[in-house]
């Protein structure tokens, strides 16, 4: 009577695996390696690393964080230790914002990389300054701002330098 428990539980057992496997592949890249997926409804948030003034066009570097985004808006959580460029553009009346790669490094230590196609809100403001509405642009740790997907993004595997 022993032999067809095995037997099922085996199959079993097989069968899960598999199912378990299939569902890990499907956010494997074609190294093998685990992407973390960004649907639109992901809740971002772009914290500033330090105080800034700009006075003419430049890239700055925030700290991206979820801000609370709804169950399955992320395949997994966004890593604590990520960074983002953002290209700050100065005009005469108002800043261009333009999101710029996001780097993050998970526990598991793979290094992940993403261009989102974003709009960036909140982050620092237009001051007026010799005479031009927008002369500089200042950025405040006390101010947050957000990244609004504009598509689904993927936060996707990088080869790591295995040079000493």
């Given at each position: 009577?022993?032999?067809?428990?095995?037997?099922?539980?085996?199959?079993?057992?097989?069968?899960?695996?598999?199912?378990?496997?299939?569902?890990?592949?499907?956010?494997?890249?074609?190294?093998?390696?685990?992407?973390?997926?960004?649907?639109?409804?992901?809740?971002?948030?772009?914290?500033?690393?330090?105080?800034?003034?700009?006075?003419?066009?430049?890239?700055?570097?925030?700290?991206?964080?979820?801000?609370?985004?709804?169950?399955?808006?992320?395949?997994?959580?966004?890593?604590?230790?990520?960074?983002?460029?953002?290209?700050?553009?100065?005009?005469?009346?108002?800043?261009?914002?333009?999101?710029?790669?996001?780097?993050c490094v998970t526990e598991d230590r793979r290094i992940l990389e993403l261009t989102p196609a974003a709009s960036i809100e909140g982050l620092g403001e237009?001051?007026?300054?010799?005479?031009?509405?927008?002369?500089?642009?200042?950025?405040?740790?006390?101010?947050?701002?957000?990244?609004?997907?504009?598509?689904?993004?993927?936060?996707?595997?990088?080869?790591?330098?295995?040079?000493?």
């Amino acid at each position: 009577m022993r032999a067809p428990f095995r037997k099922s539980f085996g199959w079993s057992v097989a069968v899960l695996m598999s199912v378990v496997a299939g569902s890990a592949m499907a956010e494997m890249d074609a190294s093998g390696q685990a992407a973390i997926t960004l649907s639109p409804q992901a809740r971002i948030s772009l914290v500033p690393l330090m105080d800034q003034t700009l006075t003419e066009s430049g890239t700055v570097t925030v700290q991206p964080q979820d801000d609370g985004s709804p169950n399955g808006a992320l395949s997994e959580a966004l890593p604590r230790h990520c960074l983002m460029s953002v290209r700050v553009t100065l005009g005469a009346d108002q800043a261009g914002l333009e999101a710029g790669k996001m780097i993050c490094v998970t526990e598991d230590r793979r290094i992940l990389e993403l261009t989102p196609a974003a709009s960036i809100e909140g982050l620092g403001e237009c001051q007026s300054s010799g005479g031009v509405a927008c002369g500089r642009y200042v950025i405040s740790t006390e101010q947050s701002g957000t990244l609004s997907l504009q598509m689904a993004g993927r936060l996707m595997p990088q080869p790591r330098n295995e040079q000493n």
